[in-house]
């Protein structure tokens, strides 16, 4: 694996950008499942509001974050919807990537967990047919010697 992974990381949020900014624009505009669902029972203008019958979607209220800047997959105060659309794709991808790079910066900045590292015991260590000696020492030694 290469050393340097940033050709892939930015490769990848290209990719991304570009299905946020220009390809949700072209997701559906039906209710999916769980719409649809809370929907039986009554009956649905052109509009998709409620014109009569009893559904579970009647006692649907606002969310808490309605009036937030990106609320319901656009940029408040952007007119064309395209633009609003793929603008709130965009910011949504940069708010991610910005959140999960930061939070692999900090793992990564984390040093080594304390300890031995080799994980020996106190015992004596043996080496092939019990002779007592380390074998990675012993291949060692043999490599620098240049028998190996």
């Known amino acids: 694996m290469s050393k340097r992974p940033w050709p892939f990381v930015l490769g990848g949020l290209l990719v991304a950008l570009l299905l946020a900014g220009v390809v949700s624009?072209?997701?559906?505009?039906?209710?999916?499942?769980?719409?649809?669902?809370?929907?039986?029972?009554?009956?649905?203008?052109?509009?998709?509001?409620?014109?009569?019958?009893?559904?579970?979607?009647?006692?649907a209220k606002d969310h808490e974050l309605a009036?937030?800047?990106?609320?319901?997959?656009?940029?408040?105060?952007?007119?064309?919807?395209?633009?609003?659309?793929?603008?709130?794709?965009?910011?949504?991808?940069?708010?991610?990537?910005?959140?999960?790079g930061g939070l692999f910066w900090l793992a990564r900045r984390r040093g080594p967990a304390t300890g031995p590292a080799t994980g020996h015991t106190d015992g004596p260590a043996t080496g092939p047919a019990g002779t007592g000696s380390d074998p990675t020492a012993d291949e060692r030694a043999a490599r620098a010697a240049g028998t190996r």
């Not at 014109?51 to 579970?56: K, V």
């Open 25 to 59: 624009n072209y997701a559906s505009a039906h209710p999916d499942g769980l719409d649809s669902s809370l929907l039986k029972g009554c009956t649905v203008n052109a509009d998709h509001e409620i014109t009569g019958g009893s559904c579970p979607a009647q006692q």
């Open 67 to 100: 009036d937030s800047p990106l609320a319901d997959y656009g940029v408040r105060g952007v007119s064309n919807g395209f633009l609003s659309t793929g603008l709130s794709g965009v910011l949504g991808v940069l708010l991610t990537f910005a959140l999960g």
